[in-house]
């Protein structure tokens, strides 16, 4: 069974933390994705990745960035966590070649800072 | 840029009957695609079904099918037969052509079957 998986389901962090948030995928894709997702605003892109070592910045790159060093690995980094990056956090990858074929998402990580 | 509007915040529905799920889109591409997702309480987002605008015809896939309009940039899902497992947030997406493409979502649909 291909798998996106998220290495927290939940998580506690202080402000003003360092966040690693991680994403490993086992699918063999090029392309992998982070969103946040808060209610009655749907899912917003934080960051997304088309290869190793590269990232591009999506509509909320405000607070977070992204490291890419292996295929199958996607992390996003809260450098400081404030409140207002408390939510859910998703990630989810894709196949260039399928395009007909949505994402794959991981199970999400929903984090609260205090 | 895209945009995509779901207007319905929160939707019931009887068992058994059919729903539809109401999605606009914009966008100034003339190749893109159209996704639903639909995300259980458990927090999953499950891809559900995948419109191409230059399909021929409608997507359908078991229960889930797409009413595409495009000169009207309308993609409402149709869910025939409800059951109480349809009970969920419904996410109407689309992308530029291109696997690689980022995905952009709307605010989604909470629609609940009633027994």
């Known amino acids: 069974d291909v798998k996106v998986t998220q290495s927290s389901r939940y998580l506690v962090k202080r402000t003003g933390e360092k966040v690693f948030l991680e994403c490993v995928q086992d699918?063999?894709?090029?392309?992998m994705f982070w969103y946040r997702q808060d209610p009655g605003l749907g899912l917003r892109l934080i960051y997304f990745?088309?290869?190793?070592?590269?990232?591009e910045k999506g509509d909320i790159p405000e607070g977070y960035s992204v490291s890419r060093e292996k295929k199958e690995r996607f992390s996003l980094i809260l450098e400081s966590a404030s409140t207002n990056q408390t939510s859910m956090y998703l990630c989810?990858?894709?196949?260039?070649?399928?395009?007909?074929?949505?994402?794959?998402f991981g199970s999400g990580t929903r984090l609260t800072v205090v | 840029a895209q945009k995509i509007t779901q207007t319905q915040p929160g939707m019931f529905v009887q068992e058994k009957e059919a729903v539809t799920l109401d999605c606009t889109y914009d966008?100034?591409?003339?190749?893109?695609?159209l996704f639903w997702y639909k995300q259980p309480s458990s927090g999953e987002m499950i891809f559900l079904i995948y419109?191409?605008?230059?399909?021929?015809q409608n997507a359908t896939e078991g229960r889930y099918s797409l009413n595409f309009q495009k000169a009207r940039k309308s993609a409402n899902l149709v869910i025939s037969a409800s059951q109480l497992g349809d009970s969920a947030m419904y996410f109407c997406?689309?992308?530029?052509?291109?696997?690689?493409?980022?995905?952009?979502f709307g605010t989604g649909t909470k629609l609940q079957v009633i027994p």
């Open positions: 989810a990858s894709s196949s260039t070649d399928r395009e007909r074929v949505g994402y794959t």
């Open positions: 699918m063999d894709h090029e392309n």
């Open positions: 990745s088309y290869d190793v070592k590269m990232k």
């Open positions: 966008t100034s591409d003339p190749s893109y695609g």
């Open positions: 419109q191409g605008s230059y399909d021929q």
């Open positions: 997406a689309m992308r530029r052509a291109g696997g690689y493409q980022k995905v952009t």
